[in-house]
């Protein structure tokens, strides 16, 4: 069992940065890979990206491809997001999830843990 917690959402401004962290606990994460989502009212659950057990490879999609960076340190249980030049459109409630599939996978019901979310919200 692996439990997840998300922190580092907030209100910035265009062209601003955050850095959101994925914090873990129980057994094993770093056998975990861990992806990033996100979710706006409405609408379902958008892959961003995910890195692998040992942080050795990545995969971003192109929306943020660029912009955001994904890193990890195991010694800390933490995977981070780093966000650069943001734009309005990455407003949402951002999530963390762990996986053991061994391959990159953009699909929510991959993912047997989640964290519970937090809020990035972007102004104009």
């Known amino acids: 069992q692996v439990q997840l917690v998300e922190s580092g959402g907030g209100l910035v401004q265009a062209g601003d940065s955050l850095r959101l962290s994925c914090a873990a606990s129980?057994?094993?994460?770093?056998?975990?890979?861990v992806g990033w989502f996100r979710q706006t009212p409405g609408n379902e659950r958008e892959f961003v990206g995910e890195?692998?057990?040992?942080?050795?490879?990545?995969y971003l999609t192109d929306s943020v491809e660029g912009r955001f960076t994904l890193s990890r340190d195991n010694a800390k249980n933490t995977v981070y997001l780093e966000m650069n030049s943001l734009k309005p459109e990455d407003t949402a409630v951002y999530y963390c999830?762990?996986?053991?599939?061994?391959?990159?996978?953009?699909?929510?019901?991959?993912?047997?843990?989640w964290g519970q979310g937090t809020q990035v919200t972007v102004s104009s």
């Open positions: 999830a762990a996986t053991a599939r061994p391959y990159f996978t953009a699909t929510p019901e991959h993912y047997a843990f």
């Open positions: 129980g057994r094993a994460f770093n056998t975990y890979s």
């Open positions: 890195i692998d057990w040992n942080g050795q490879s990545s």
